[in-house]
């Protein structure tokens, strides 16, 4: 992991974010990457520095963010720190940064989001893991220091997610954790337990060296199971693909990753690649 990446707009979810990539990028020796996107003119970011001068106010409120992004870069004097300030709207800002400087995990902070039109509009954090095509951690309270002795995996385990599986093994394995895998079922028309069980085996076989057990878990719903089984086991990470993606589905009944996103607790991972 060489690039991390934490789009802020300087609230406490967005520090509380920050302060977790910073961790991050001392154990991995990663470059951090600020990032703050404001409201500027149309194609702001592609005119020439005196077209940009043509537009005082505007110019006026990126001196003002940069400011603040160099406050912020003070906290992580020891670590290399790269600051941006765009003017696309975050999720083209974020996937458009991501791309051109081979971004390995955006770290974002959130406090979820509540109520019905919670699948329709969704909060920023929700906005960039539904479309950016890259890892995204999202962390809800502060860290101050990296606890992942045990570690949840949740997939239908499907051969499609042994990509992201091995991104999490990648990432996990500094930490030398005990990994947990869990499949949830919903209904006794769910995958039997015996075939569930098997399709784990190959994702056991690739977390080798790393202690690994598997789990199938029963519960009302995939999040509440998910957030359920890892509360009960104590865990300090709660990793899930995010690479199948269907937005009818989404709005009727919501995605089982935003959903998670949204209510845990604990980190979670989102992995997803192009």
Not at 25 to 40: D, E, M, R, S, V
Not at 45 to 63: G, H, I, K, L
Not at 145 to 163: C, I, Q, R, T
Request: some cysteine.
């Amino acid at each position: 992991m060489k690039n991390i990446l934490v789009p802020t707009d300087f609230s406490a979810c967005a520090k509380n974010a920050a302060g977790a990539a910073y961790l991050l990028a001392k154990q991995f020796g990663a470059k951090l990457h600020l990032l703050t996107n404001i409201t500027l003119p149309r194609g702001w970011d592609e005119m020439s520095e005196a077209e940009q001068q043509q537009n005082p106010t505007a110019v006026a409120a990126v001196q003002r963010a940069m400011v603040q992004l160099s406050e912020m870069k003070k906290w992580f004097a020891d670590v290399p720190v790269a600051t941006a300030c765009k003017g696309q709207k975050l999720v083209e800002c974020v996937s458009r940064y991501v791309q051109e400087h081979g971004i390995d995990l955006t770290v974002m902070g959130s406090h979820g989001a509540s109520g019905k039109n919670e699948y329709f509009i969704g909060s920023n954090t929700q906005k960039v893991v539904r479309t950016v095509h890259c890892p995204v951690l999202v962390i809800k309270n502060p860290m101050e220091k990296l606890d992942f002795e045990k570690v949840v995996f949740a997939s239908n385990f499907n051969p499609g997610d042994m990509k992201a599986f091995e991104y999490f093994k990648n990432f996990i394995k500094h930490f030398v954790p005990e990994v947990h895998l869990v499949a949830i079922r919903t209904s006794p028309f769910d995958t039997p337990y015996p075939v569930q069980m098997e399709a784990m085996k190959p994702f056991e076989t690739a977390c080798a060296p790393l202690v690994c057990k598997s789990h199938v878990y029963q519960d009302i719903s995939i999040d509440e199971g998910i957030r359920s089984f890892a509360k009960g086991l104590g865990a300090g990470l709660v990793a899930i693909s995010n690479h199948e993606r269907h937005p009818l589905k989404r709005m009727l009944v919501g995605s089982n990753v935003e959903m998670l996103v949204n209510h845990a607790d604990l980190p979670v991972l989102t992995i997803d690649f192009v």
